[in-house]
């Protein structure tokens, strides 16, 4: 799953409020590999490259589209549906969206709206604060990131919280450090910082280098 998907997170198109007299549609489309999938402080592909692709339409604050990736080591091949609408107002930018996760080689994850997410993100200048909510399938849980950027650098602290108090195996916090060396190519380093595990949340420290190309442009 990207939140990062990272994204983010995952991974949230925010649009202005001012749109042309005549509104159009506008299609994005984008290609990345990676040498890991880095899915909130965990490493999903066990080490393995991953690839993924995405191809959003956009029309004035509202948008749509798939994220697709070679997936993780568990559930396999993954894509991700998504729509949701942005907007700025005196530099606040609000965006909210839902996404739903779809596994179609796993039997039990494969089922389309097994496992959604609703997404509010809220930035101001270099800060940011999102706020997800596991609104279909899965064990109920939110995930909140709070991130900043300075330059080519940006940080994100990102916590888990499971909303059944006796179940804490996925209750965490990372810390991501990225570095955009260009507009392709990004270096992070991932840290779990704090857990209140069972041992099933990785705190190894992970590097990933990543490569994004548009598509189309």
Do not use: C
Not at 44 to 51: D, I, K, R
């Amino acid at each position: 799953m990207k939140t990062v998907k990272t994204l983010l997170a995952a991974a949230v198109v925010a649009s202005t409020v001012a749109t042309p007299a005549v509104a159009e549609v506008e299609v994005a489309a984008s290609a990345a590999v990676a040498n890991m999938y880095l899915w909130r402080g965990q490493d999903l592909s066990n080490g393995s490259p991953a690839v993924s692709g995405d191809i959003t339409a956009s029309l004035g604050g509202a948008y749509a589209g798939v994220w697709a990736s070679s997936g993780d080591d568990t559930a396999g091949q993954e894509y991700d549906v998504y729509a949701g609408y942005g907007l700025e107002l005196a530099g606040l930018t609000v965006d909210a969206s839902v996404w739903t996760y779809v596994y179609p080689g796993d039997e039990e994850l494969g089922e389309a709206g097994n496992l959604s997410e609703a997404v509010l993100s809220v930035g101001y200048g270099p800060f940011s604060v999102s706020y997800l909510d596991n609104i279909a399938g899965g064990s109920g849980y939110s995930y909140i990131t709070v991130g900043a950027e300075m330059g080519k650098f940006s940080a994100t602290v990102g916590m888990t919280d499971s909303d059944d108090v006796e179940d804490v195996s996925t209750d965490y916090v990372h810390l991501d450090i990225s570095y955009a060396y260009n507009d392709n190519l990004s270096f992070t380093v991932s840290q779990v910082i704090d857990e209140d595990t069972d041992g099933t949340v990785e705190d190894d420290l992970h590097f990933v280098l990543s490569y994004s190309l548009p598509i189309g442009e």
